[in-house]
């Protein structure tokens, strides 16, 4: 027997493709944290924390690391860092800069232990947004990672060639929760390995979230049994 056009689907399958779309539905970008502030650079405190590789490597100084905490409150697809670069002593522009480097920690000894990270870790092109018009330079450093719920830490490292092009490193910012770090486990510097600041560090990490299966299924089971009573009234 032919199936009627308007026949109403049976109530198992409404459920099913109640949860596969909205399992199937876009996640919206998102700002996981953000210590830049706005495009005008009104948020910076005016300093900087080094980070860099030098190139090429010099049993004077070890390469060291600015870097900054964040939570996540749920699991996400991190997609982007952004930071503002800045620079001193002889520093006289990006175009000397030879790679940026985008690390996550699990927690501070793995930062004091070697600068590359053990949650993540990857090379990246840099993106000039020329809406910034603050100190410096807003950079965005494209990533793939997926993280879990919790706290990390956050460090981008340039390799630059040292003393051509000076000093880089991350400006601070007056937004936060006013705790920052240096890092250098190669352990020449009066701080190594790891000294601690109240600064905060201009980051921002962008993604998006991933709704847990559990949630997801209850948003489509509240949804159906909506759909039940608007049908016995």
Not at 138 to 147: F, H, M, V, Y
Request: charged share 15%.
């Amino acid at each position: 027997m032919p199936r009627r056009e308007n026949a109403p689907v049976p109530r198992p399958r409404l459920l099913i493709l109640t949860c596969c779309l909205f399992l199937a539905s876009p996640a919206a970008a998102e700002t996981f944290f953000d210590n830049i502030g706005p495009d005008n650079g009104s948020g910076l405190a005016g300093n900087m924390v080094g980070s860099m590789r030098f190139v090429p490597e010099s049993p004077l100084a070890s390469d060291l690391a600015a870097v900054d905490n964040f939570t996540l409150n749920t699991t996400a697809d991190l997609e982007a860092v952004e930071f503002v670069l800045a620079g001193s002593y002889f520093y006289s522009g990006p175009e000397s800069i030879e790679a940026y480097e985008v690390n996550i920690y699990s927690d501070l000894s793995a930062a004091s232990e070697s600068l590359i990270g053990d949650v993540h870790s990857s090379m990246a092109a840099p993106q000039i947004i020329e809406s910034w018009t603050g100190e410096g330079l807003l950079i965005r450093l494209e990533i793939d990672a997926t993280l879990a719920a919790g706290g990390y830490f956050l460090s981008v490292i340039m390799s630059n060639p040292y003393p051509d092009n000076g000093w880089v490193g991350v400006a601070t910012s007056t937004l936060g929760d006013d705790s920052a770090w240096a890092a250098s486990p190669g352990g020449n510097y009066v701080f190594a390995p790891l000294i601690s600041t109240s600064d905060n560090l201009a980051y921002r990490l962008t993604g998006a979230s991933i709704p847990e299966p559990a949630s997801a299924m209850l948003v489509g089971v509240a949804g159906l049994l909506g759909l039940r009573r608007r049908r016995r009234r």
